[in-house]
């Protein structure tokens, strides 16, 4: 396979899914693949959706089960861990992406024409937006809040966090007017650490970069700084590091 990208955890950290193109196709034909832990290395991926001429992206597990959401050709369809028991939830509805399901497994945020969205109960509400140009990449955070991407008025993303209840959203302490903060997701439950990624310059490395946010104390980290040595080297290159996501499960080789 090729440009393997997205990768998000199973409830269990056993495996990753995440969205790449087979070898010899062209990169607009997007699949799902799958890897598992094998207790010494991830396996070779599987691919669950094709090749089949669609762009099948954005795939998340659920939290409670082996359920997952991804889009294809803009529409939202779930399936089991094994690419079956495939259902189509907004097949005749205007394109909607980047799906990820709330905490408890029951709502789906999404992305409809730079809106925010929540899914549940069979209805669909639009989320609080506020001062900027569009939103994307929503995660879920805890029963009552979810963390999103807003696009400011100076056109660089910020991180911010929104409220099921529809109240105003609010931006987190290392966002700026300045250079891009997307792609968040929260360490446990999100109430004290915060992994994102940001094009801060002061970072010394070029291109995006991952970061960690101290929420209590309003520090923030080049994600270096925390791990450096631990993975060989450096993690943050002059290429653009992007997406990240986190398991509670240390996997080591025996």
Same mark, same amino acid.
């Given at each position: 396979?090729?440009?393997?990208?997205?990768?998000?955890?199973?409830?269990?950290?056993?495996?990753?899914?995440?969205?790449?193109?087979?070898?010899?196709?062209?990169?607009?034909?997007?699949?799902? &693949?799958?890897?598992?832990?094998?207790?010494?290395?991830?396996?070779?991926?599987?691919?669950?959706?094709?090749?089949?001429?669609?762009?099948?992206?954005?795939?998340?597990?659920?939290?409670?089960?082996?359920?997952?959401?991804?889009?294809?050709?803009?529409?939202?369809?779930?399936?089991?861990?094994?690419?079956?028991? @495939?259902?189509?939830? =907004?097949?005749?509805?205007?394109?909607?992406?980047?799906?990820?399901?709330?905490?408890?497994?029951?709502?789906?945020?999404?992305?409809? !024409?730079?809106?925010?969205?929540?899914?549940?109960?069979?209805?669909?509400?639009?989320?609080?937006?506020?001062?900027?140009?569009?939103?994307?990449?929503?995660?879920?955070?805890?029963? @009552?809040? &979810?963390?999103?991407?807003?696009?400011?008025?100076?056109?660089?993303?910020?991180?911010? @966090?929104?409220?099921?209840?529809?109240?105003?959203?609010? !931006?987190?302490?290392?966002?700026?007017?300045?250079?891009? =903060?997307?792609?968040?997701?929260?360490?446990?439950?999100?109430?004290?650490?915060? &992994?994102?990624?940001?094009?801060?310059?002061?970072?010394?490395?070029?291109?995006?970069?991952?970061?960690?946010?101290?929420?209590?104390?309003?520090?923030?980290?080049?994600?270096?700084?925390? &791990?450096?040595?631990?993975?060989?080297?450096?993690?943050?290159?002059?290429?653009?590091?992007?997406?990240?996501?986190?398991?509670?499960?240390?996997?080591? @080789?025996?």
């Amino acid at each position: 396979m090729i440009s393997p990208i997205n990768a998000h955890f199973s409830p269990d950290g056993q495996t990753i899914t995440f969205m790449g193109s087979a070898a010899g196709l062209s990169e607009n034909d997007w699949d799902v &693949f799958t890897s598992h832990w094998n207790g010494a290395s991830w396996d070779e991926p599987i691919n669950l959706t094709g090749p089949n001429g669609a762009r099948d992206e954005d795939p998340k597990f659920s939290p409670i089960d082996t359920t997952i959401i991804y889009k294809e050709d803009g529409v939202l369809v779930t399936m089991d861990i094994d690419g079956s028991d @495939k259902t189509y939830l =907004t097949k005749g509805e205007a394109e909607s992406s980047m799906p990820y399901f709330s905490p408890d497994g029951k709502g789906i945020l999404f992305e409809r !024409s730079g809106d925010i969205y929540l899914r549940a109960n069979g209805s669909e509400k639009k989320m609080y937006a506020g001062d900027g140009q569009s939103s994307y990449y929503p995660i879920g955070l805890d029963k @009552k809040s &979810f963390l999103y991407t807003r696009v400011q008025n100076s056109k660089h993303d910020a991180i911010m @966090k929104g409220n099921y209840d529809g109240s105003p959203s609010t !931006s987190y302490f290392f966002n700026s007017p300045d250079w891009d =903060t997307s792609d968040s997701y929260p360490y446990q439950d999100g109430s004290r650490f915060i &992994f994102y990624v940001t094009g801060d310059y002061l970072i010394p490395h070029g291109g995006y970069n991952l970061a960690l946010a101290d929420l209590k104390t309003h520090t923030r980290w080049d994600i270096d700084q925390w &791990f450096k040595g631990r993975a060989g080297g450096d993690i943050n290159t002059e290429f653009a590091e992007l997406g990240p996501a986190w398991s509670p499960v240390i996997h080591t @080789k025996p």
